[in-house]
């Protein structure tokens, strides 16, 4: 049974709740961005929502110690019943905050459509300063959000997130202002991986390392 049949089942099959995950799976590049990402070791999904690619990481590689962090107990329980009913044991989902969590050391971070739902560039500063010092030296750190371009793509995913979290102060990332950010906490090697090819918005994969 391939990756997707799988993961759709463990969420419900056919009915309401199986309908974000088919529109999650069809618009994100998960064996792109699992690829970018260490096959073991304690690695974090923070702000991982409904857990539909922290359960994917985790099925994929065995050896992977996934921790699963989200503000809303609904998501929390929505990814743990997934993940029991797959029979995952490398799993783990936690209710915290990530402006505030504690973070163990690790050998991987996630911030997956995460910094640009943060209220403020503050904010972002403050998750990342605290997933920097949690790495481990080569440890590595995956941010996937949304690139200027191409343009109309870019349009897309604004209007989408601000129809889907309509309130929320959308800010997204900028390339150069991230680069600088996890070098002055020693995470180098930074790379920029467009992987919006076959998808509707202008998603982009940030990858870096702890020294």
């Known amino acids: 049974m391939n990756d997707f049949l799988r993961l759709f089942r463990a969420y419900g099959g056919i009915g309401r709740g199986s309908l974000f995950f088919c529109y999650r799976w069809l618009v994100f590049s998960h064996h792109l961005v699992s690829e970018a990402i260490p096959k073991e070791g304690l690695i974090y999904d923070l702000g991982c929502g409904y857990g539909i690619f922290s359960v994917y990481l985790a099925l994929q590689h065995p050896g992977r110690r996934i921790v699963a962090v989200d503000s809303s107990e609904r998501r929390i329980r929505s990814g ?77 995913g604004w209007l989408v997130d601000n129809i889907l979290y309509f309130g929320d102060n959308i800010s997204y990332p900028q390339a150069d202002e991230l680069r600088s950010m996890l070098e002055a906490h020693g995470v180098f090697d930074f790379s920029v991986h467009p992987i919006h090819a076959g998808r509707p918005y202008a998603n982009v994969l940030y990858t870096a390392a702890k020294k």
């Open 80 to 156: 743990r019943r997934a993940a029991d009913a797959l029979g995952l044991g490398n799993i783990s989902f936690v209710q915290d905050d990530i402006l505030r969590m504690a973070l163990q050391p690790a050998q991987g971070a996630i911030l997956n459509d995460v910094l640009h739902h943060l209220p403020a560039r503050s904010d972002q500063r403050i998750v990342l300063t605290n997933v920097c010092a949690a790495l481990r030296p080569g440890g590595r750190l995956i941010v996937v959000d949304v690139a200027p371009g191409p343009r109309w793509k870019h349009c897309l």
